[in-house]
Nanobody, 115 residues
Framework: QVQLVESGGGLVQAGGSLRLSCATS????????MGWYRQVPGKQREFVAQ???????NYADSVKGRFTISRDNAKNTVYLQMNSLKPEDTAVYYC?????????WGQGTQVTVSS
C-alpha cells in the first residue's frame, strides 16, 4: 500500500514560516512527480508546487518567491518551506505523487495563518 505521510502544519502569524514534510516510499520518491496542493472549504484543490525527478520545479504564481519545494533523497521525503505566510495561504495542504498511471494523495495537514 502506497502511503504519503504529511506533517508540519499548524498555526502561525502572518509573515511567519512553516515547513511541511511528506514522507514516501522509495519506489514512489524516485520515479514520480512530487507535488503540493492546497484546498479551502468550498473551493477546488489548487496547485502549489511540484518537483520532477530531474529536479525541474514549478510554482503557482501566488507562492513564487515565498515557498520552496525540495527533496531529501536519503529520507524519501519532500518538503515545502513556506515563508512570508499570508492569511490567504490558510488551507489544508496535500502531498501528491503521480505518474502517467497512478495518482496518490496524503491525508492533508492544516495550515492556518492569522492576521
Amino acid at each position: 500500500q502506497v502511503q504519503l505521510v504529511e506533517s508540519g502544519g499548524g498555526l502561525v502569524q502572518a509573515g511567519g514560516s512553516l515547513r511541511l514534510s511528506c514522507a514516501t516510499s522509495g519506489t514512489i520518491f524516485s520515479s514520480y512527480v512530487m507535488g503540493w496542493y492546497r484546498q479551502v472549504p468550498g473551493k477546488q484543490r489548487e496547485f502549489v508546487a511540484q518537483l520532477r525527478s530531474g529536479n525541474s520545479i514549478n510554482y503557482a504564481d501566488s507562492v513564487k518567491g515565498r515557498f520552496t519545494i525540495s527533496r531529501d533523497n536519503a529520507k524519501n521525503t519532500v518538503y515545502l518551506q513556506m515563508n512570508s505566510l499570508k492569511p490567504e495561504d490558510t488551507a489544508v495542504y496535500y502531498c501528491n505523487a503521480r505518474n502517467l498511471v497512478y495518482n496518490y494523495w496524503g491525508q492533508g495537514t492544516q495550515v492556518t495563518v492569522s492576521s
